[in-house]
């Protein structure tokens, strides 16, 4: 135990600091108040700078904020500091200076920091040791040191232990959310953190490795440190589910981050969520790469020209339309590789043009003279006339993805017509009513419809024309208005234009992403990655053209039906989605993640000899700490009052940590009212300390629990396309103790 006096010396220290973040939130607000009511008057270039001010104000009360009671986690004792620095570095979530602009706590990104995750007794970086600070609110309660300089050993350091922090950290008891360690992250783990943006990272890793805990510090290091690029276009963080996304929300905003864009695979559509799934059989099929070419040709064949002439009414006039002048518009249109559309307003125009010349030399071939004023004047009957827009429309209509969807679900003779080589029980699986709600296995399938079919614009593309130009001026007076503040490099011309100048949009980044189908992302992290199907893969590649991605998982716990069975297979389904179609490899590095820290050894051991015995291959990890043995208890005649009894003791023993018991999807009502009478029993939306969460094997991935009570593996494993690799995910959720009622 270390001396009062020392922990008391930190205190004064960390008070400093939150003393110095509460006179800065308090700065910016009344800075970002004095902003918004100061009268510009009518002149849109000083409109802008004060908005480019306000927006300034506003992201430093909103980091500030979110910092919360976690200001501070460490310090580094620097070796042979220069004159003008103290021998301490104080590491923290944002970085502050004093009045004087001098440091007084590090950012963790910045690379001054780095050797609080880096150095190591053979290789110091230059430090003599590294203190962790443990806080309880504002108040140092604990603090740990590492030394990696020997005379640092004396009477005065008999406290002095190696990893105790990160085990206290991982030994914790599980709060529902997921535990910020950014104080104990390790240099494995640091080390990919901070890796190049370029390119595709896959941090292969199995449970309790930390692959989520990199994934999400990762994303907050490259807002961090590649913000310039990042911040107009974000970064999207994807999980296997909302309660997932649930369980990680907090992480983020408590690094300093909150321009982080979350979504769950039933969320990537806009105007959509999908919260169920489908049966493994039909997820198969969905999922699988041949749906793309499958829906390619379904828009094509919406594109369909008359076999014989048509006789339609303009303004009076009979004119016999003939087939050919239809489908050479046709022809002409699909050509330009536009999307459905986007094509029909060219098919449009070219056959409007050709039935105006094909009226035209009618009525001169009945003697009546037309010159172009007149074509003009035709042009416009043509276009207006009923029977036209029949003839049009019905040769090419304009569709929405939800329509081409649910029609190819619901018209089985139109879904053989496109399929002629599927079994009929293979085309049987996508049978569904319309009106009938969209899956999770959906999402994917109408983005891929709606990347072929593009936005319908009536307006023939008037209306985007002018919204360029508008936005061309706004960004001339932007960067003006930027010139005259001296604000270059803090804030850019296209957030100003974006966001604050006149007619511009006000809304955050995530905002905006989530409405947008088109939006395009600076960066995208994939966590649980090996459940992702060919067709996700390719719903994510469009949102990321430049192929900049964070992938983390384990293929050992790939679950759904149509996961890709390798990372190969991954690289293979982004390749695919290149840039004008070019070929190739797409540039990657695999790190992988070897400690589990989260795992005591003897539940690592029962899950890696379930996993041998069935057959899976399991990417070998190290646990770092002991603890229980994994206890197996006969299900009984009552298998619900064997739960009951099970989670009662289980109860006893963990206090007020979190228990999740994993059951088969068909147990999971009269599970949770079995428990209910005896304890706090929550969904696994609702997590929260001391409760008990009742949930299936699926809902299960990625979350921890204190305890887990795995009831009828068999059954399980039944739920998923590949069972063992189900249990097995079931089996490694617990930090602490682990019973299966079988």
């Known amino acids: 135990m270390p001396e009062q006096s020392e922990i008391d010396r930190e205190r004064r220290i960390v008070s400093e600091l939150f003393a110095r973040l509460d006179e800065l939130t308090e700065q910016a607000r009344v800075q970002l108040a004095a902003t918004r009511a100061e009268a510009v008057g009518g002149n849109h270039q000083s409109r802008s700078e004060r908005d480019a001010y306000a927006r300034l104000y506003e992201d430093t009360v909103r980091t500030l904020q979110h910092v919360g009671d976690r200001l501070v986690f460490g310090r580094l004792e620097v070796a042979d500091p220069p004159d003008d620095e103290a021998p301490f570095r104080y590491i923290g979530r944002v970085g502050l200076r004093d009045a004087e602009h001098r440091p007084m706590l590090l950012d963790w990104r910045v690379p001054g920091a780095s050797a609080f995750y880096q150095a190591t007794a053979a290789h110091p970086m230059g430090m003599r040791a590294r203190r962790h600070l443990t806080l309880d609110g504002r108040n140092v309660v604990g603090i740990d040191d590492e030394v990696f300089d020997p005379d640092l050993y004396d009477s005065d350091r008999t406290h002095l232990q190696g990893e105790a922090a990160l085990l206290a950290a991982v030994t914790a008891e599980r709060t529902g959310r997921m535990t910020d360690i950014v104080a104990t992250i390790q240099a494995e783990q640091d080390r990919i953190i901070r890796s190049e943006l370029e390119g595709v990272l896959i941090v292969q890793g199995g449970p309790g490795t930390g692959k989520t805990a990199v994934a999400l510090h990762r994303a907050a290091f490259l807002l961090y440190s590649y913000r310039a690029r990042l911040r107009g276009s974000g970064i999207l963080v994807v999980g296997p589910s909302d309660a997932f996304l649930t369980y990680i929300e907090q992480v983020l905003p408590s690094l300093g981050e909150t321009g982080v864009v979350m979504a769950s695979l039933g969320t990537l559509y806009p105007g959509v969520t999908a919260t169920a799934h489908d049966a493994p059989a039909t997820a198969a099929v969905k999922g699988s790469a041949e749906m793309a070419d499958l829906l390619r040709r379904a828009v094509r064949s919406r594109q369909v020209p008359p076999t014989a002439a048509v006789v339609v009414d303009v303004d009076g006039e009979r004119l016999e339309v003939p087939p050919e002048l239809v489908g050479e518009a046709m022809r002409r249109a699909q050509d330009r590789g536009r999307p459905h559309n986007v094509g ?82 293979r085309r049987a699986l996508l049978a569904r009513a319309r009106g009938e709600a969209f899956t ?82 600076g960066h995208i992290v994939v966590d649980e ?198 249990v097995y995910v079931a089996m490694t959720r617990p930090t602490r103790r682990l019973v299966i009622v079988d």
């Not at 003897?602 to 043995?629: M, N, P, W, Y």
């Open 344 to 425: 029909r307003v060219t098919f449009n125009r070219i056959a409007l043009d050709a039935l105006t010349r094909l009226l035209a030399e009618r009525l001169r071939e009945r003697g009546t003279t037309i010159d172009e004023a007149d074509e003009k004047v035709l042009r416009e009957d043509i276009r207006s006339s009923y029977d036209v827009r029949v003839l049009l429309n019905t040769a090419w209509l304009p569709l929405s993805a939800q329509k081409l969807i649910e029609d190819l679900y619901a018209r089985p003779a139109w879904l053989a017509s496109l399929t002629p080589r599927w079994s009929p029980e």
């Open 440 to 521: 999770i296995e959906d999402i994917p399938l109408l983005d891929e419809a709606a990347e072929l079919l593009g936005a319908f614009d009536p307006s023939g593309g008037s209306k985007k024309r002018l919204a360029r130009a508008a936005h061309r001026r706004d960004l001339e007076n932007a960067r003006q208005a930027i010139e005259n503040m001296g604000v270059e490099g803090i804030v850019s011309a296209e957030q100003v234009a974006d966001a604050f100048a006149e007619g511009g949009d006000p809304r955050t980044t995530a905002e905006r992403a989530a409405e947008d189908r088109e939006w395009t992302y």
């Open 529 to 726: 990655a090996q459940e992702l199907s060919p067709m996700q893969w390719r719903l994510l590649a469009r949102r990321n053209p430049l192929r900049s991605f964070t992938i983390v998982g384990d293929m050992a716990q790939g679950s759904s039906p149509a996961a890709a069975r390798t990372w190969d297979d991954v690289l293979g389904a982004l390749a695919r989605r290149r840039p004008h179609g070019a070929g190739g490899a797409v540039p990657h590095r695999i790190e992988r993640l070897t400690v589990n820290y989260r795992t005591p050894r003897q539940i690592v051991d029962a899950a890696a000899s379930f996993a041998k015995a069935s057959g899976l291959q399991v990417t070998r990890t190290d646990a770092v700490r002991d603890g229980d043995e994994v206890e197996r208890v006969g299900r009984g005649a009552d298998l619900l009052r064997t739960v009951e009894e099970v989670v009662r003791a289980e109860r006893a023993r963990i206090g007020s940590g979190t228990i999740g018991v994993i059951v088969p999807e068909g147990l999971v009502a009269s599970a949770r009212a079995a428990l209910a009478p005896s304890g706090d029993v929550r969904s696994v939306d609702a997590p929260r300390p001391g409760a008990t969460t009742v949930l299936t094997g699926a809902a299960a991935k990625g979350l921890e629990f204190d305890g887990v009570v795995l009831v009828d593996p068999s059954g399980v494993g039944a739920d998923a396309a590949r069972a063992a690799a189900a």
